[in-house]
Structures are given as C-alpha cells and as structure tokens.
C-alpha cells in the first residue's frame, strides 16, 4: 500500500507515526510505503522520521503534488491501483480534493473543446446554527463543528464520544444533508446535556470560592472585591 501523506508538520508526524506502528505490528503489509508531501526541503518529519524505512520525502506544493500525481498514469492508475493508495491529509489542510476536481474538470472540458462552460467556486452562505462556525472571507470555505470543545486532531469519531462520555447522536454530513434540502439541523440531545451538566459543575466550583478580597489600607477592608472568570466555561449548544 502506498499512502500519501499530506503535510510534514506534527500532525504528518503523527499520522506517519501511526501508520509505521501498524505495519511493524503486521496490521499492514511489511512493503507499505509513506510518503510525506511537504513544500520544505527539511521538514519537520524528516528529523522524526527519516532514519526509517518505509518513508519517503518529497519536496513540493500540496496541489502540485496531487494534480501530478492524479494525471501520471505511472504514479497512480485507478484500474490497477485502487484503494491501495490512500491520501492523509492534514486537519486543517486547504480542501485538497475540491480544488484537484475543479482543476481535473477543467482540463476535461479543455480538451472537449468546451472552454465556454465556466467551472466557480461558490461560497456555503447556509447558516447552520452549530456550536462553531466560520466563514473565511477570502475564499469562502466554511469551517463548523458540532463540538462544543476542543477535539483531539486524532479523533476518529467514535460511536461513544469521549468528550461528553455518551453517544454520538449528530453526524456533520446529515447535518449537510438536510440544509441542502431545505430542512433545519437536528439538535443534539446528548451533547445539550452534557454540557448543561458541566457548565452547572464549573458555576457551583466558581460560587464554592471565597472571595479576593483587597486591602485598602492597614486596617481597612475595602468594600471593593470580586472574583474573576478566567475562562467562559464550555460552550453550550
């Protein structure tokens, strides 16, 4: 198998990292190769991993990589290789396969001799009322999350969400599912309650506190004192 994986920063050093454990555990085959795309001529990765074998480094753009990539019958063809080559991209990576099938489409309808049919990238306007959202202004991606907390990058979304230590009753792509068809996102049930459940915990643990109180002078007690949030406590949904 080959695996391509995208970035050479902590999270392709992790990915890498994971994937080189399963094949000296025998999970995959003993000849897999990973392969770490990075714009850098010395990344990151290559300290980490360079002295291993099954690695190999290649220096360029993410984009360049993969429209090469995909277009070299020689590096990858569909018929013969299959899903024995499977991209890792990173996290936060720009939307890598939106942007390799705007550019793959285009050289299709060139050499169709369709250079009239225009292919844009429309911003997602849709607001779905989630825990997180964002929308990048400068080209339109729209970031959300269901997650009213910080993710581990790691996460494989499990059935029983660690977080909130109950099951996962939301899914991001049903979510998308019914905004395109004109329904509204379903709530979630079980992460409303957890987090009502710890907001309610951190609000008894700040009222448990005693006071600070300021001294104004030898043996006065100023009548001004107060505690102060350091932190907004977790985000209700």
């Not at 099938?101 to 225009?118: P, V, Y």
């Not at 230590?165 to 004109?182: E, F, N």
Request: with cysteine.
């Amino acid at each position: 198998m080959r695996f391509i994986i995208i970035g050479g920063g902590c999270y392709g050093i992790y990915h890498s990292g994971q994937l080189y454990k399963s094949i000296l555990k025998g999970k995959l085959p003993a000849d897999s190769r990973l392969i770490i795309v990075d714009r850098n001529e010395h990344p990151p990765a290559l300290d980490a991993h360079g002295d291993k074998p099954n690695f190999d480094f290649v220096q360029s753009d993410w984009q360049a990589y993969l429209r090469n990539f995909f277009s070299d019958p020689t590096q990858y063809d569909p018929t013969i290789d299959g899903d024995s080559v499977q991209i890792v991209p990173a996290p936060f990576a720009p939307h890598l396969y939106f942007d390799w099938l705007q550019f793959a489409s285009k050289e299709q309808l060139h050499e169709l001799g369709r250079d009239d049919i225009l292919l844009e990238r429309a911003p997602f306007d849709e607001q779905m009322h989630l825990p997180y959202e964002y929308t990048d202004p400068s080209n339109g991606n729209h970031f959300m999350s269901r997650a009213g907390w910080t993710c581990p990058h790691s996460c494989i979304e499990p059935r029983k969400c660690p977080a909130i230590k109950d099951t996962r009753d939301w899914d991001l792509y049903d979510d998308i599912q019914a905004v395109v068809v004109g329904q509204s996102v379903k709530p979630s049930v079980t992460a409303a309650s957890a987090l009502q459940a710890a907001n309610a915990q951190w609000r008894t643990r700040q009222l448990a506190r005693p006071p600070k109180i300021r001294w104004g002078g030898t043996f006065h007690l100023s009548p001004l004192f107060a505690w102060h949030r350091h932190n907004s406590g977790p985000a209700a949904i």
